[in-house]
């Protein structure tokens, strides 16, 4: 893979948008959780539940600034290195992206001051409503992005027009392009990961206060809210991920045929849970699999055949190496946290979660493999879509700006990795500043 304008672009992106991707499932999970904290004080009068939502409210607000800002950044690239891609889209993607602006970002923006500073100022039914409002807004934001994504992946309601030898793609039914065939599933899947991502750093923080003996009393009530809000995300994922998978199968099956690194369109097709794709001998070597367990997930029948990689033509296949990795790897996150959240709901039922250190320890670390099962999902996505940046109406290499040469790329490539690891090193040291010193319980 040369580093020509494409590859460098596509990697310049990759890097803005993971790191950008490292918030918002932050910010949409603790703000969910805010509002059960912020709740729990309301209903019952405990002031525990305050200083927790006071706390927990401090953490929220530098996930959400850092989440906008790297955000504008992102979205900047569609004029500079994908201009071709944002003539082409501009009616879809411009859409979405205006009413994101409209319905979530102003919802969030009007009502964050009121969240943040607005604690012995507004009273306490209002700083309630705006817990709800920004954590609504959140919520909306990850639907208008989802939704624009879910169009690139599966696009509907748009006719080609041509203007002045310039194809592009128009709202015809901006309705269907809403809930175009993936988008639902997709969000629902989203949504959950991000509360999977603020259950597990609830869960984390508290169960770390827990082993080292602070704030005993209110980190034990946080964890045990964390835990079973975790638990919940994490068991409900796998049934989103089942529904999600079998509109995959049905819109792209190029790409579920590289997820499971199936090469030949098969009856009783097999769930690959582990192997080493080899695109040479087009073949899956070292396989571990269940025998007609795809077909039966997919359509329900064990002998129903499977599309494989041998349906599409060599250019029309996406990179079945990257593609097998990642998604494998996101599943067996997801599972492994899904185990421990199940054990940890366990031990809070028996009262004994916090004697057991080390499982608490394991909570202390779950936050890392939450955040990088979402990362990695998001990729797996990205790159099973490959070669198309519109499936099935532009190529990747189609989209790219025509005028950036290739070394203006590579010298904002560098910058913007210096930037975002000092801007990184910041918001850790900020955080683990902050999470160190812990709630005011006074």
Sequence with gaps: MGLDVVTLSRLQFALTIMFHYLFPPL?????????????????????????????????????????????????????????????????????????????????????????????DRVSP??????????????????????????????????????????????????????FNPSSVQRLVHTL????????????????????????????????????????????????????????????????LAAFEGLYRTTARAPLSLAGLPDDARQELRFAVAVPGLLSLLVHHRLDAPVIGLDA?????????????????AMVGAGMALAALFVLAAWRLHQGRLHEDRLLLWALVWSVAPAIAAGEMGWCAAEVGRQPWIVYGLLRTSQAASRAVPAAHILVSLALFALVYALLGALWLRILDEKIRRGPEEA
């Design 125 to 178: 039914r209002m700083h309630l409503l705006s817990t709800v409002l920004v954590a609504l807004g959140s919520a909306f934001s990850a639907v208008w992005i989802v939704v624009a994504n879910s169009w690139q992946q599966t696009p509907a309601g748009y006719a080609l027009v041509s203007h002045d030898g310039v194809l592009r793609a128009e709202i015809t039914d901006f309705w269907a392009m809403i």
């Design 27 to 119: 910010a949409i999970g603790l703000g969910a959780l805010l509002v059960f904290m912020e709740g729990a004080f309301h209903l019952t009068g405990d002031k525990d539940w305050e200083h927790l939502a006071r706390f927990w409210t401090k953490i929220f607000a530098i996930n959400f600034a850092l989440g906008v800002a790297s955000g504008i950044v992102m979205e900047f690239q569609f004029g500079t290195n994908w201009s071709s891609y944002a003539r082409f889209v501009g009616d879809v993607f411009g859409s979405a992206l205006a009413a994101e602006g409209i319905f979530a970002f102003f919802l969030e923006s009007a009502f964050l001051a009121v969240l943040v500073f607005g604690w």
């Design 192 to 255: 959950l990961g991000a509360y999977l991502v603020g259950g597990a750093l609830v869960a984390s923080v508290s169960a770390y206060h827990v082993l080292k003996g602070r704030h005993a009393a209110l980190m034990r009530k946080s964890l045990g809210l964390a835990v079973l809000f975790a638990v919940a995300a994490a068991l409900a994922l796998p049934l989103s991920g089942d529904l999600q998978a079998r509109i995959v199968a049905r819109t792209q099956p190029a790409k």
């Design 312 to 328: 599409f033509k060599p250019e029309d296949r996406p990179p079945v190496l990257p593609s097998f990795l990642l998604y494998h």
